[in-house]
């Protein structure tokens, strides 16, 4: 027992610390978790998950796979597959289900494997996988309508693909019985049963949720219990029927707009990581070498295959007759990573087969670790050269992130907008954006720190960070967290409140530099609004002209940035700006001082 609990010890930490190196190295975590996995168990013997876990090995990925599927159908919205652009519904509809056929053709006629386990890998291949493709847009920022694309159909097509996995390996169960009407009518009952259990388990709990039946401290919990009964109950009924069951259950309660889908949200982020980490590290610990050496010029034809002809045959008919240009439907069709959720799958599926007797099943979880790593090395090392060279890297600016909706920060995103600078104003409360939005200020409502936030904010179009909220405490936070996503010279926090407790002992690498030379806190410089101080664009037509600019200007007007060719770059506490030819100067100044300086009467200056 005390051999069993350091091997669960073991995984979590290879697990988690995978995860945890992946995230400030900015690569992506299953490179860590496939190298950590395969080193514990079959190079250095360290675990031996089949062996130590016994009997409890199947349920226990049974179980956590049925969690990874739930997390995925729970993020499927489909207010916002209407709301996305045509290629991405084209590339999650009739793309998927040609992806699918296409990748059972290569492994059934190409790898050699029957066409039950082929057809079930063909659905599993459909995963482009989010958690791979994420940190690679960012790496290689993209034009956005290209980045967009491929991250959006990451999303939506990771629940997709699992379930077309489930479907084609319940017909795969129904055909290798003997009586094979007497089968199908099983599974027909099946699905229809898994289906209607966990539509009804869905509706069921999200009202529950809604009518506040349920305490907040409980949800989580809950809604934990409640998956595992779905699954164990509809899998009772029909072997593996749970894994649609609880993938309904997810499509479910995401459809049903419930006030605390939010914190829903945030504890599958938790538990996902925990699960997905671990799972990956046993599968890879569970990596026997000799199916990998068994593996022949036909798994190398059929890896090739679904690179160069299944994914590039999908996408470019799907995609017929949008407004992609070829050029980005050619980069679409060329990335396609695969990642933790098609290994995952993969082993389970590829054990559940040879229970049933497809000897073959075993080689599915061997022939995905393969494709996982060429396809996550491939990609990501010619995702960039080949967007240049198709000339689809992005040529607007970096953005700004701008945290919490006020006055300030709303004059701020304004002026930036207007000077064709791209931002993005992030508050979770819905109120505070409600003047952004009308001002035609794109938001976005949430946790910037989330999962969901790191899914739908595309933060390669973002070089730098303000976090203005009225709470010191959490703009510390949150740059502290993006420090190293942007850069810790690109992470800023207005000034703290002057009598903020301990402020001078914060360790450097706490917190983000302080913006403006002044450090004001949020009250000072929304009571300069208030009393009639606005921002005003200058542009300088040469070098020379900054320092005149400086000596004429309001004693008490502050540099707030400069936006030149490269971006944006804002003044701190610490360091002052020096100007450029061609350079734009965003200042805030008595309203009074503005004009002089902008050539623009004030209600412009104030942009």
Not at 204 to 213: E, Q, T
Not at 290 to 295: D, T, V
Not at 530 to 538: L, V, Y
């Amino acid at each position: 027992m005390d051999h069993l609990t350091l091997t669960f010890a073991l995984i979590g930490v290879l697990g988690v610390g995978s995860q945890w190196l992946a995230v400030r190295l900015k690569l992506p975590a299953i490179v860590f978790m496939l190298v950590a996995g395969v080193l514990a168990g079959p190079v250095l013997g360290l675990i031996d998950p089949v062996t130590e876990f016994g009997p409890l090995f199947s349920p226990i990925i049974g179980i956590a796979v049925a969690i990874i599927l739930f997390e995925g159908g729970i993020t499927l919205n489909f207010h916002e597959l209407r709301d996305a652009a045509l290629p991405v519904r084209r590339l999650c509809t009739w793309g998927a289900v040609l992806g699918w056929a296409l990748n059972t053709s290569a492994a059934y006629f190409i790898a050699g494997l029957s066409l039950t386990s082929a057809a079930v890998f063909g659905g599993i291949l459909v995963v482009t996988g989010p958690t791979v493709i994420m940190p690679l847009l960012r790496q290689a920022r993209l034009a956005p309508r290209v980045g967009s694309t491929l991250r959006w159909e990451a999303i939506v097509n990771d629940p997709v693909g699992a379930l077309f996995a489930v479907l084609a390996f319940e017909v795969a169960v129904a055909s290798q019985s003997d009586h094979l009407a007497e089968a199908a009518g099983h599974l027909a009952i099946g699905v229809v049963v898994a289906s209607l259990v966990g539509f009804l388990a869905g509706q069921g709990l999200g009202r529950g949720f809604r009518r506040g039946l349920v305490p907040e401290y409980m949800k989580a919990p809950i809604l934990f219990v409640a998956v595992l009964a779905v699954y164990a109950s509809t899998d009772f009924v029909l072997h593996e029927s749970g894994l649609l069951a609880v993938t309904v259950m997810g499509i479910v309660m995401a459809n049903m707009r419930l006030p605390s889908l939010a914190e829903l949200v945030r504890f599958k982020e938790q538990v996902t990581v925990l699960l997905v980490s671990g799972v990956f590290v046993i599968l890879a610990a569970t990596l026997d070498f000799g199916s990998l050496a068994a593996l022949d010029w036909h798994d190398a034809a059929f890896v090739a295959a679904i690179i160069l002809l299944a994914r590039p045959v999908a996408v470019m008919f799907s995609l017929i007759g949008t407004a992609l240009p070829v050029r980005e439907r050619a980069l679409v069709a060329w990335v396609a990573p695969r990642g933790v959720v098609a290994v995952a799958v993969s082993g389970f599926f590829g054990a559940r087969l040879v229970e049933i007797g497809v000897a073959d099943g075993a080689m599915l979880a061997p022939l995905a670790f393969v494709l996982v790593a060429v396809t996550v090395v491939l990609h990501g090392f010619t995702l960039s050269p080949v967007a240049r060279l198709l000339g689809l890297t992005s040529t607007e600016p970096p953005g700004v992130l701008v945290l919490g909706g006020n006055a300030f920060t709303l004059d701020l995103a304004r002026v930036l907008r207007d000077n064709e600078v791209p931002v993005l104003m992030i508050d979770r409360n819905w109120n505070r954006l409600g003047a952004a939005r009308a001002d035609g200020i794109p938001t976005y409502y949430g946790e910037l720190l989330s999962e969901a936030a790191e899914h739908a904010v595309d933060l390669a179009r973002y070089g730098t960070l303000i976090a203005a909220t009225d709470n010191d405490d959490y703009n510390a936070l949150v740059c502290t967290d993006m420090g190293p996503e942007l850069g810790r010279d690109r992470v800023f926090q207005i000034g703290r409140h002057e009598h903020s407790e301990g402020e001078s002992d914060l360790p450097a690498s706490i917190g983000g530099r302080t913006l403006l030379s002044s450090g004001s806190g949020l009250e000072i410089l929304e009571l300069r609004l208030a009393r009639g101080w606005g921002f005003s664009a200058i542009r300088l037509d040469t070098a020379e002209e900054f320092e005149p600019y400086l000596a004429a200007r309001h004693e008490k007007a502050e540099t707030v940035a400069i936006i030149r060719a490269g971006g944006v770059v804002f003044a701190d506490k610490a360091n002052n700006l020096v100007g450029r030819a061609g350079d734009i100067v965003i200042e805030l100044a008595p309203s009074e001082d503005a004009p002089g300086r902008s050539g623009q009467d004030p209600a412009q200056a104030q942009a």
